[in-house]
Each structure stands twice: as C-alpha cells, then as structure tokens.
C-alpha cells in the first residue's frame, strides 16, 4: 500500500534492527575478514532501503526510509528522529546524501530538548516531499526551534505560541534571523550533505562591545572615591582614638 501522507515517531536509535547471524562475513585472499555483506538485509523485495542500509545499531534512517518507500509520488512525510541522523557518518551520511540528491527533503527543525518522556536529547523533524513545490527544488527550509518552549520540572513542552510561530515561518517562506533559513543545495554540498542545523542558522548572541578608555576611566574614578572613603574613614578612627 502506499499512501498521501505518513507521520511517525519511530524508537530512537533502535539497536539490533537486524539480525546479525543474516550477515555473511566476507575474508580476503589470506582468510582475514573484511567489511560485513548486507546483501541479504538490503535486498528488501519492498525495495525500502534503496538509498543503503543503516547501522545495526541505529535503525533511524531504516524507519524514515520505509516510510518514504510507501508516499505516493506525491506524498508527504514527517518523522521525529534524533539529531544524529543530520550529521553522522558512514551508511548513514551516504543514505543522506541520496535522498539529498533526489531532491525530496523539504525541512529540518530542530526541536527543544527533554520533550520526550523515554529521553531528554533534543529531537529533530523531518518533512519529505516527493512533489517540493517550485520555490523549494534543490533547497532546503532548517528552523532552529530549539529555544522556543515551556519548560517543566522533569520535561518540556510546546505550546500553541510556540507550533504557531514555527508553521508561520513554513509557511511565509522568509529567512528570519536567527530561526529560518532556507539554503540551496549546493551550500549542502559543500557541507559533504550533513545536516546539523547549527551549520546553517547562526544563533549566536553578539557580546556588548566594551569601550576600554571609559571603562578604564570609570575604575579611575572608583578608585579616587574608594581613597575619599578611606581617608574619611581614617579620620574617624584617630577622633575615636583608635
């Protein structure tokens, strides 16, 4: 079956997602072995995992793959996955890499942390567009969300403030400072196609500049009504007699 839209929030980081006794082990020409062969594990005959296969110990790229596996060619998908899908290496960054290629990532946003009763790792969304509209072709929207939140004692929350002003700026489709970002692909791909958002949004706050000859002027000034304080203090104690 395939459907319009799909929308999940797989386990995050799901180990053992495949059996490892599958896997034949292949050896070089003096018997020493050499990298696992996932050919049984990939050759899936839904065909879900046509961008490769994911570590044994992280099955988040195996759930969003599935899932993209069942969009209609029109289709649409959201998935709650951990951060370390946007930017790890190996399988993983070349399963990255193709559905980068294919052109059918809309958005990252990156949620607060502790949202989650099973964790308190910030979390990420993903939207997979397999029709991106015009504007978005070879482009991708990442929205920092990540300070936007009611915190609790023992887990976060968001409110309808903090939804809201999130699919506004979707939806606008804007750059706004320090929150939304839409970058063109080839920014991506200078970035070998990782997809943590801190490489794209600037949320840094900028220090006050100091004016060090004020600054060096007032500690002057201090300094002089620290000694006015003393010697009044001084001539206190010798009328005490101290």
């Known amino acids: 079956m395939i459907f319009d839209r799909v929308i999940a929030n797989p386990p995050f980081s799901q180990n053992k997602w495949w059996d490892a006794a599958e896997v034949e082990v292949k050896t070089d020409d003096k018997g020493k072995e050499t990298a696992p062969n996932y050919n049984k594990v990939v050759s899936d005959s839904y065909g879900r995992f046509s961008y490769g296969i994911p570590p044994r110990g992280y099955a988040d790229l195996a759930f969003l793959q599935h899932m993209i596996s069942v969009l209609k060619h029109d289709g649409k998908l959201g998935i709650v996955l951990p951060h370390g899908v946007l930017f790890r290496g190996g399988s993983e960054g070349k399963i990255r890499e193709g559905i980068l290629k294919d052109d059918i990532l809309e958005a990252v946003v990156g949620l607060p942390s502790k949202l989650f009763y099973n964790t308190g790792i910030p979390a990420s969304i993903l939207i997979v567009n397999k029709s991106k509209p015009s504007k978005l072709k070879n482009r991708v929207i990442f929205i920092d969300a990540s300070k936007d939140f009611k915190e609790g004692k023992n887990q976060n929350s968001l409110e309808d403030e903090h939804v809201k002003k999130v699919v506004d700026a979707y939806d606008a489709g804007t ?15 200078k970035n070998d196609y990782n997809l943590n958002i801190a490489r794209y949004i600037d949320t840094s706050v900028l220090e006050e500049e100091i004016d060090l000859a ?3 002027e007032e500690i002057k000034n201090i300094e002089l009504k620290e000694k006015e304080i003393d010697d009044k203090l001084a001539g206190y ?6």
């Open 214 to 216: 004020a600054t060096l």
């Open 237 to 242: 104690l010798k009328e005490l007699g101290l």
């Open 175 to 189: 750059d706004v400072e320090k929150f939304m970002r839409i970058v063109d692909m080839k920014e991506i791909q």
